[in-house]
T-cell receptor
Framework: EDQVTQSPEALRLQEGESSSLNCSYT??????LFWYRQDPGKGPEFLFT???AGEEKEKERLKATLTKKESFLHITAPKPEDSATYLC?????????????FGQGTELSVKP | DSGVTQTPKHLITATGQRVTLRCSPR?????VYWYQQSLDQGLQFLIQ???????AKGNILERFSAQQFPDLHSELNLSSLELGDSALYFC???????????FGSGTRLTVV
């Protein structure tokens, strides 16, 4: 069964304290791995798509990497406005359609 | 504004009732996806339409149905509502299935 597990469930950082979020996945053929950011009461906001092991993408203080079993979202020198829940999702290549399987998310809190 | 419009934003209704949630995708996007988000289940895929045709189905209850109209807007119909149906319902759209989705801001459904 396709599965996505994110850790930790919650992460509290001081402003400027860099860290990483983990997304472990099990899928029969990966078409793509997606990272989203979600603020309370709002819809998820697309961040990155990674397609193959070794791929990396960056956006401001965020950098996403992908291996054959997991993905990391590195946050460098975070600011309070980076506080949100970060969601990881996978899309399987055998799927007809574009269904995404989401993890439970990591709730990030950055204190000034 | 993500470009995906969902109405209404909030809905409070009684058990046993029927409601319709509406979604207008981003201009040019042919795929529409519906997801349910509850505290204990995370984001769960319900159903996908592509250019008017049902493309993929998740664990959508028989009491739920959806359709995509010729102008590409979509409606999710929920009937015989139960307390457990209370959740955030998100619509998302994408130009093609391999791309990341753009989510709407959601409809918060409360069944009392």
């Amino acid at each position: 069964e396709d599965q996505v597990t994110q850790s930790p469930e919650a992460l509290r950082l001081q402003e400027g304290e860099s860290s990483s979020l983990n997304c472990s996945y099990t899928v029969s053929g990966l078409r793509g791995l997606f990272w989203y950011r979600q603020d309370p009461g709002k819809g998820p906001e697309f961040l990155f798509t990674l397609y193959s092991a070794g791929e990396e993408k960056e956006k401001e203080r965020l950098k996403a990497t992908l291996t054959k079993k997991e993905s990391f979202l590195h946050i460098t020198a975070p600011k309070p406005e980076d506080s949100a829940t970060y969601l990881c999702a996978v899309q399987a290549s055998y799927n007809q359609g574009g269904k995404l399987i989401f993890g439970q998310g990591t709730e990030l809190s950055v204190k000034p | 504004d993500s470009g995906v419009t969902q109405t209404p934003k909030h809905l409070i209704t009684a058990t046993g009732q029927r409601v319709t949630l509406r979604c207008s995708p981003r201009s040019g996007d042919l795929s529409v996806y519906w997801y349910q988000q509850s505290l204990d289940q995370g984001l769960q895929f319900l159903i996908q339409y592509y250019n008017g045709e049902e493309r993929a189905k998740g664990n959508i209850l028989e009491r739920f149905s959806a359709q995509q109209f010729p102008d590409l807007h979509s409606e999710l119909n929920l009937s015989s509502l139960e307390l457990g149906d209370s959740a955030l319902y998100f619509c998302a759209s994408s130009p093609r299935e391999k791309y990341g989705y753009t989510f709407g801001s959601g409809t918060r459904l409360t069944v009392v």
